[in-house]
């Protein structure tokens, strides 16, 4: 070996010695924020690399930005070690492998001289001298993606593991008592609903991020101690300026509307007496707020009039107060309508003898013959339809149940003028409460195929085979009586106008058994509203003569073998379902339908005789009954002047 190559030995074995002597470590015990004894060397640094940064981009803060932090594959250089930004990554750099990166003994990072802070565009980061400890990671947090936040729970959610732990973390809380199927339906959400409002959350339905925390802590407020600690809502008793003036006495009552009606819906909400929104129409909601209210109150009259000592004690500071309210203003529940509130109605409706099938929450034919049903036992309107009069009955106190008897009153039915015993057409017999046999037993099973009844077919013609023809006759546009005539019956069964039999004319003058068939058939399908005692007279021939122009029969208001024969039929076109628009009839015109005019005008007094000629006279008497009616006084006989004039 020569000189130069003992040199260069030499200088490397030394160099070696100093790269050992650096890594060592000597003991010093220094106790860190996490408790546990590290290694603390201290070393100076002869000399400094400076580092060139450059200038963050785009949507990068300059606090998260590291030496070099540029979008692409850009280098991020520090003490000479370079790192690479991955393609797509926003800019922000892969730091995975920060702790692997060797970095000088004794080497402290300085950045722009302020710890933990980023450099500006363009500085350098100096190596300066000073203690550092062997893990030397910067003091900036490299700029992390925020990962993407998970969606809400909500309904029509199914088979979801996260709806199973949203549905049993509701359940222990006491907020749901379905089964937790991962299905997240209509019970789910309500109680959702119900946990959000407990716990002063946004009540939409929805699990998301908040509500799922607030679930899952140990300060989610349970049901019990929600309603445990929850108060009827109270409203501060109205201002003297906001009081109506009570020093005039005045009464509100049923049908009344106006500013006083709006202040006194507006003040059984505030008492909790009523629920919805102020409509200014005293209804039967209204009444029935009243009513509970006064019944609540000592001294007063319970009769659902807002009289000077109901309005007085009604805005006092001591008014009664109550968390249930007695009616809901303009709530409507029809056939098709879904949910709670369905159910709780049929509930109720089960509760009085009304509905035998059970309360699913959905509004079908049984629930709809149900509320007829209820309606007509109550003197309501039975149009099938459960708004806020027929929902402030059902939950009163003072709704009346199903009846209990099979007969009929007799003193009722002469009193309606409705004595429909004896009555028959081409085979069927009138069927109505009370009745029994096979008829009977048949109906019920037709019904219960279309589904209309739910109870046995037992024969027996009760409350709930009532109530089963009410609904059918309300959807078939018959009159809702809940007896099943002969149209009813031929309506059910689908009987044809295409029957061998033939029929004898009936006309204006003739009696008995075939009259009065006739008329209660044109009673069921609503176009005669008179009493069924066999006698043709100018009533009947006008019942004959509208069903005859509604069918697009030869009009005579004679009751003839076509006019039977379609009138006898499942094809026969009822009132409410009949066409109400005629073609116009002017001055000039002949034929049938200037008889039917002229006829009818007579019958009122307008004219004198019968032409079929529509001649001047004819045109001021059309004039003089259009006056009489407020419609247009022009002579020409329109649709809306023939409405009125043949009774629809």
């Known amino acids: 070996m020569n000189r130069n190559g003992k040199i260069i030995a030499l200088t490397a074995v030394l160099a070696l010695c100093l790269l050992l002597t650096g890594c060592y470590v000597p003991p010093d ?130 088979g979801s593991e996260a709806v199973r732990s949203l549905q049993k973390r509701l359940k222990e809380l006491g907020y749901y008592s379905g089964s937790v199927d991962g299905d997240f339906g209509e019970g789910t959400e309500k109680a959702v609903k119900e946990f959000q409002k407990a716990n002063g959350l946004s009540a939409d339905g929805k699990a998301g991020e908040k509500t799922l925390a607030k679930l899952n802590s140990k300060k989610a407020v349970t049901y019990k101690q929600a309603h445990a600690t929850a108060t009827p809502k109270t409203t501060a008793t109205p201002k003297a300026t906001a009081t109506p003036n009570l020093s005039k006495d005045y009464y509100l009552r049923n049908g009344d509307s106006g500013k006083r009606v709006e202040t006194l819906q507006r003040r059984l909400i505030e008492l909790g007496w009523l629920d919805g929104k102020v409509t200014g129409k005293f209804d039967a909601a209204t009444d029935a707020a009243v009513r509970a209210f006064q019944k609540k109150t000592s001294g007063l009259w319970e009769d659902g009039v807002a009289g000077p000592d109901t309005l007085r004690a009604l805005y006092s500071s001591k008014a009664a107060r109550t968390s249930k309210a007695a009616a809901s203003i303009g709530e409507t529940l029809e056939y098709g309508s879904e949910g709670s509130d369905v159910k709780k109605m049929q509930q109720k409706l089960k509760d009085l003898g009304y509905l035998s099938g059970s309360a699913d929450g959905k509004f079908g034919v049984a629930t709809q013959a149900a509320v007829i049903a209820f309606q007509k036992n109550n003197n309501l309107t039975a149009d099938g339809k459960a708004g806020s009069a027929t929902l402030s009955k059902l939950y009163s106190g003072s709704a009346n149940k199903s009846k209990s008897s099979a007969k009929i009153d007799s003193s009722e039915k002469n009193k309606s003028g409705r004595d429909t015993s004896g009555i028959a057409s081409t085979g069927y017999e ?202 247009d006084a022009d002579g020409i006989c329109g649709s809306k002047t023939l409405v009125v004039l043949f009774g629809y």
Request: charged fraction near 15%; aromatic fraction near 6%.
């Open 29 to 158: 015990d220094v106790n860190n924020d996490g408790g546990q004894t590290v290694n603390k060397p201290s070393f100076e640094v002869i000399t400094a690399v400076p580092v060139t940064t450059t200038a963050a981009p785009a949507g990068i803060a300059p606090d998260e930005t590291q030496a070099t932090a540029n979008p692409g594959s850009a280098q991020n250089t520090i003490a000479g070690q370079t790192g690479t930004t991955p393609a797509g990554s926003n800019g922000s750099p892969d730091w995975s492998n920060w702790g692997n990166t060797p970095i000088p003994m004794g080497v402290s990072i300085n950045l722009n001289g302020q710890d933990g802070t980023s450099p500006a565009p363009g500085s350098t980061i100096g190596l300066v001298t000073g203690s550092v400890s062997p893990s030397l990671s910067p003091s900036v947090t490299p700029t992390v993606s925020p990962s993407p936040t998970p969606p809400s729970l909500q309904r029509g959610f199914k």
């Open 430 to 631: 009138t069927l109505q409460h009370g009745s029994k046999g096979t008829a009977v037993k048949n109906l019920q099973q037709r019904l219960k195929q279309l589904g209309y009844y739910s109870g046995s077919s037992d024969g027996s013609f009760g409350d709930a085979t009532e109530a089963a023809v009410m609904a059918f006759q309300l959807r078939n546009d018959l009159t809702v009586d809940g007896k099943a005539g002969p149209a009813t019956q031929r309506k059910l069964y689908g009987t044809g106008s295409n029957s061998p039999i033939s029929y004898s004319s009936l006309r204006p003058g003739d009696s008995g058994t075939a009259v009065r068939n006739l008329q209660y058939t044109l009673y069921e399908l609503g176009y005669y509203d008179g009493n069924m005692d066999g006698d043709y007279g100018q009533t009947t021939a006008d019942a004959v003569r509208a069903f005859q122009i509604q069918n697009n029969l030869s009009v005579d208001g004679i009751a003839g073998s076509d006019t039977l024969s379609k009138l006898y039929s499942s094809e026969a076109r009822a009132a409410k379902s009949a066409s109400t628009e005629y073609e116009t009839v002017r001055p000039g015109d002949t034929g049938d339908i200037v008889y039917q005019i002229q006829d009818c005008l007579k019958q009122m007094g307008y004219l004198d005789e019968i032409t079929s000629v529509y001649d001047d006279k004819t045109k001021q008497a059309v004039i003089n009954f259009q006056k009489a009616n407020g419609l």
